[in-house]
C-alpha cells in the first residue's frame, strides 16, 4: 500500500472504531482483525503500521477529545484522528491532497478551519485526565489507590502489554520454552509464575506447533498468579462461577495434575463452547461445564446441586478492566458513572452467590482485572461487614503464597486492605489484577 493508502485506512478504521466506542459495540481489537479479513490485499507490513497508529491514536485520545471540546462548534466525523495526525504526525498531512485515488478525501472546509485552530492550542492546559488519558468516571478511584504515584501508574497503562505464555505442564516441563529461542530474540520467565514465560518481540503463536499440541497458553502473568493463588489440591471439588473462555480453569486443572473436579460455569454458551475446545487440546479431564441461565431464579435453581459443597469457589467478575488498559485501550470509554454501579452490584451478587456454594473449611476467592477500589476493596469490605456472623475471614495473600509453587519473592500490595493483593503494570509488570482470598471456618 502507498502511504496514503495506508493514512486513508487508518482514518476510515479509527472513524469505525469512534463508532463503536458511541455505542459501546465491538471493541478495537476485533474491529481492526475484522478491518483486515475483508481488505486481503493489505499485506503484513500495511497491517503493522496501520495497527500502530491506531494503538497509538487510542493511548491519547482522551487528549484529542479534550483538544475536540475546546475546538468544535460543528462536530465533524474524522476530526479526533485529525487532530492526531496534526499533533503528532504533521508531515502526514500532506498526504490528504487528493493526489491519488488511494489517499484520503482532501479536507472540507469545516475540517481545514478546526485543524489550524488546533495549531494554536494550548496542550499544557489540558487536565489531568487528558494527559493520563484516563476517562474522569476513573480518575477518582485510581487517585485513591495512587495518591502520589498517579502519573507513573498511568504512563505504564499507556504502555503495550508483553506477551506472557504459561507451559501446561499436564502436557510438557518447562525446557519446552527453548524451541522457541531461534525464533524468537528476547524470551525470558515470568517474575513470579513458575510456569510462566514472557515474549518482548512479536510472536505468532498459533502456528506454532507446541500452541496446536495444548502444551502452552496464552496468559498474562496477573492471571497465572490469580490461579495460583487459589491454592488448589489433587482431588478438590472446585467452581469457577465466571469462567469465560475458560483460561484459570486450565491452569487450576494443570496445578490439580487433572485430579478431582472443575465446574466452569459462565452465561454464554459460545465462551464455554471454547472453553471445551481448549480443554479438549490441553488433555485437561477434570474440567466440566455448567452453562447458566441468566433469569436470577433458574440460575439459583441450578446452582442449588453445589450448595455447600465446592472447596474452593472462584469469582473472575466482570469489572470495567481498567487492569487491562494496555491491551485494550478503548475499554476506557466503554464505561461511566452509571455503568460503574451497574457493575459493582452485579460484583455484590456474584460474591454473596459464590459464598453459599462453599463448604465449611473452603475458601472464596474474588478477583478482577480492575484497579479501582470501588470494584474491589469496597466490595471485599461490604462482603465481609455483611457476612460476619457467618464464620468468614480474609487470609493475607502472603499466606496463602507461601502454599503455592510460586516465587518464593512475594510481590509487595498495591490494595488498600494490605491482607489483598493488587498488581498494577508499573510495579508489576503484569496487568492490573486484584485478589481477595476468603475462607469459611469450620463449625
Not at 57 to 70: F, I, P
Not at 136 to 161: D, V
Not at 294 to 308: C, F, I, N, P, T
Request: glycine share 6%; net charge negative; charged share 25%.
Amino acid at each position: 500500500m502507498l502511504p496514503g493508502a495506508r493514512l486513508a485506512a487508518f482514518i476510515e478504521l479509527a472513524c469505525e472504531i469512534e463508532r463503536s466506542i458511541a455505542c459501546r459495540a465491538r471493541p478495537a481489537d476485533l474491529l481492526v482483525n475484522q478491518y483486515f479479513r475483508s481488505r486481503r490485499y493489505a499485506g503484513s507490513k500495511d497491517r503493522k503500521a496501520i495497527t500502530a497508529y491506531i494503538y497509538e491514536y487510542l493511548r491519547c485520545r482522551e487528549l484529542l477529545v479534550w483538544a475536540q471540546s475546546q475546538l468544535v462548534v460543528q462536530e465533524t466525523e474524522r476530526l479526533l484522528p485529525l487532530l492526531f495526525l496534526t499533533r503528532y504526525y504533521p508531515d502526514l498531512m500532506e498526504l490528504l491532497d487528493g493526489s491519488s485515488q488511494y489517499s484520503p478525501e482532501v479536507l472540507d472546509e469545516v475540517e481545514a478551519e478546526l485543524v489550524h485552530k488546533s495549531l494554536d492550542l494550548d496542550w499544557s492546559k489540558a487536565p489531568m485526565e487528558a494527559t493520563l488519558n484516563t476517562p474522569i468516571w476513573a480518575l477518582h478511584g485510581l487517585l485513591k489507590r495512587f495518591p502520589s504515584s498517579i502519573s507513573t501508574e498511568m504512563l505504564a497503562m499507556n504502555m503495550p502489554a508483553f506477551f506472557d505464555i504459561r507451559v501446561n505442564t499436564l502436557k510438557a516441563s518447562m525446557n519446552i520454552i527453548y524451541q522457541f529461542k531461534e525464533s524468537v530474540q528476547c524470551i525470558e520467565k515470568t517474575n513470579f509464575s513458575s510456569v510462566g514465560v514472557r515474549v518482548k518481540t512479536p510472536l505468532n503463536l498459533g502456528a506454532h506447533d507446541t500452541y496446536k499440541k495444548g502444551q502452552i497458553e496464552v496468559q498474562d502473568e496477573a492471571a497465572q498468579i490469580a490461579s495460583a493463588l487459589i491454592a488448589p489440591q489433587p482431588g478438590m471439588k472446585i467452581i469457577d462461577l465466571c469462567a469465560g473462555a475458560g483460561g484459570k480453569s486450565l491452569t487450576v486443572s494443570s496445578i490439580m495434575n487433572n485430579s478431582g473436579k472443575i465446574i466452569a460455569c459462565d452465561i454464554s454458551e459460545h465462551r464455554l463452547a471454547e472453553a471445551k475446545k481448549r480443554a479438549v487440546r490441553g488433555g485437561h479431564s477434570n474440567i466440566t461445564t455448567c452453562l447458566l441461565p441468566e433469569d436470577r431464579v433458574q440460575r439459583d435453581d441450578m446452582l442449588a446441586q453445589y450448595k455447600g459443597a465446592s472447596d474452593r469457589v472462584f469469582i473472575d467478575s466482570p469489572c470495567t478492566g481498567t487492569g487491562t488498559w494496555r491491551r485494550s485501550p478503548d475499554q476506557r470509554w466503554r464505561f461511566n458513572s452509571d455503568t460503574l454501579a451497574e457493575i459493582t452490584e452485579m460484583q455484590r451478587s456474584l460474591l454473596l452467590e459464590g459464598a453459599n456454594l462453599v463448604k465449611a473449611g473452603g475458601r472464596l476467592i474474588y478477583m478482577t482485572c480492575s484497579m479501582l477500589p470501588q470494584e474491589n476493596e469496597d466490595i471485599v469490605k461490604q462482603f465481609l461487614e455483611g457476612q460476619s456472623c457467618f464464620g468468614w475471614k480474609l487470609l493475607d495473600y502472603r499466606t496463602v503464597w507461601r502454599e503455592t509453587d510460586l516465587s518464593d519473592r512475594i510481590p509487595a500490595t498495591a490494595a488498600l486492605i494490605p491482607e489483598t493483593l493488587q498488581l498494577t503494570p508499573a510495579q508489576h509488570e503484569t496487568d492490573g489484577f486484584y485478589i481477595a482470598i476468603f475462607q469459611r471456618e469450620e463449625g
